[in-house]
T-cell receptor
């Protein structure tokens, strides 16, 4: 079992839909949680990061962490075709190793 | 520079040849990371530099892989005697300090071994 599990999709939704992207993990020591967006033939770019549990909102994006369930989510409201990309979750332990563990990424397609 | 620059953007090489991949991080970023991304495999960590030192090179898959960083800036990843399984996109990222989050990635080098 991988430390971080993420459904690769693809997830196809109509424009304007609310999108939910998720990752589960097995290492309870993870404290920092990140979401990256990767367009085709580009490197990943950091969208959001959160520390420990709770929600964080930035515009149309909301990141949610449930440490008791070892489950994190990224919600995209009013999805746009420009949101079509691969979304990777990443997480790391506090202190110790500084190397995050990435999920495989979920491919999202928002069609007009 | 404004972003992380990687070169070449594409590289096709014959099996058994050596290749060098270059990463030019954001000016002032002390931490530099190399990752490999294969289809369906996600991001695989290779090596981490803090300044010119590599405190974590645990992800290098074999002794055919090596990397160096000079002047706390440019880094080179070298793959010797390339094999077909080395075909992947090699991504470089940099960050201020070694916090492990807030990476800025380059666009990668797409390596194809034929």
């Amino acid at each position: 079992q991988k430390e971080v599990e993420q459904d690769p999709g693809p997830l196809s939704v109509p424009e304007g839909a609310i999108v939910s992207l998720n990752c589960t993990y097995s290492n309870s020591a993870f404290q920092y949680f990140m979401w990256y967006r990767q367009y085709s033939r580009k490197g990943p770019e950091l969208l959001m990061y959160t520390y420990s549990s709770g929600n964080k909102e930035d515009g149309r994006f909301t990141a949610q962490v449930d440490k008791s369930s070892k489950y994190i989510s990224l919600f995209i409201r009013d999805s746009q075709p420009s949101d079509s990309a691969t979304y990777l979750c990443a997480m790391k332990k506090a202190g110790g190793s500084y190397i995050p563990t990435f999920g495989r990424g979920t491919s999202l397609i928002v069609h007009p | 520079g404004a972003g992380v620059s990687q070169s070449p953007s594409n590289k096709v090489t014959e099996k058994g040849k050596d290749v060098e991949l270059r990463c030019d991080p954001i000016s002032g970023h002390t931490a530099l990371y190399w990752y490999r991304q294969s289809l369906g495999q996600g991001l695989e960590f290779l090596i981490y530099f803090q300044g010119n030192s590599a405190p974590d090179k645990s992800g290098l898959p074999s002794d055919r892989f090596s990397a160096e960083r000079t002047g706390g800036s440019v880094s080179t990843l070298t793959i010797q005697r390339t094999q077909q399984e080395d075909s992947a996109v090699y991504l470089c990222a940099s960050s201020l300090g070694g916090s492990g989050y807030g990476y800025t990635f380059g666009s990668g080098t797409r390596l194809t071994v034929v």
